[in-house]
């Protein structure tokens, strides 16, 4: 399958800054990409769905000032959390699309574990 | 909503069959049958999808019924590293819309015992 990388797979911040995600595209073009968020002991619920060129579509509850994403290239899209707090912590892993055509599917990046003191 | 129903946890031992069960009664003509997996504090892994046909690969069997409001999803011979949590997940296929969105359930822990 299509590989999906995340960057990076760990970060420890303090309260109050913000963090930067980058999910990337290694061997394809994504046209869609996706972001969920995962509680521990939970099932990854979605955050956000960002097309190349616009702006992203936040599902219901999540909010778009707070969690910003930028998808500039077809390869990279950024999700980064402002003022961070502790209840942000969490596992953030994007999934991106293949593109092109009637048929697509779905891969997974591998993680990027967020823990705010 | 939840368009899925899965058993929360089944046990399996090393070696034998696992077939995982999941009930989709509200399953729309256009809308597939997908299978993910997800090992411990990895991002979810494809594993197969189908319409109405059974499916294989490499990985699993996918056996859908005929009234499509089921499915199993069987590994033929389970390791200790198939030992995760397994989400069956129903979307339609085509490129946009509302409804291609992955939406992951609770999903099945599957624990394969030595």
């Known amino acids: 399958g299509a590989v999906v990388s995340q960057h990076p797979s760990r970060v420890i911040c303090k309260s109050g800054t913000s963090v930067k995600i980058e999910c990337r595209s290694l061997?394809?073009?994504?046209?869609?990409m996706f972001w969920y968020r995962q509680f521990p002991k939970q099932s990854l619920m979605l955050m956000a769905t960002s097309n190349e060129g616009s702006k992203a579509t936040y599902e219901q509850g999540v909010e778009k000032d707070k969690f910003l994403i930028n998808h500039a290239s077809l390869t990279l899209s950024t999700l980064t959390v402002t003022s961070a707090h502790p209840e942000d912590s969490s596992f953030y892993i994007c999934s991106a699309r293949t593109g092109g055509g009637v048929i697509n599917e779905q891969f997974f990046g591998p993680g990027t574990r967020l823990t705010v003191l | 909503d939840a368009k899925t129903t899965q058993p929360p946890s089944m046990d399996c031992a090393e070696g034998r069959a696992a077939n995982l069960p999941c009930n989709h009664s509200?399953?729309?003509?256009?809308?597939?049958v997908y299978w993910y997996r997800q090992i411990h504090s990895q991002g979810p892994q494809y594993i197969i999808h189908g319409l109405k046909n059974n499916e294989t690969n490499e990985m699993a069997s996918l056996i859908i019924t005929e009234d499509r409001k089921s499915s199993t999803l069987i590994l033929p011979h389970a390791t200790l590293r198939d030992t995760a949590v397994y989400y069956c997940i129903v979307r339609v296929r085509e490129y946009g819309g509302a409804t291609n969105k992955l939406i992951f359930g609770t999903g099945t822990l599957l624990a394969v015992q030595p």
């Open positions: 509200t399953i729309s003509g256009n809308e597939y």
């Open positions: 061997d394809f073009q994504a046209t869609t």
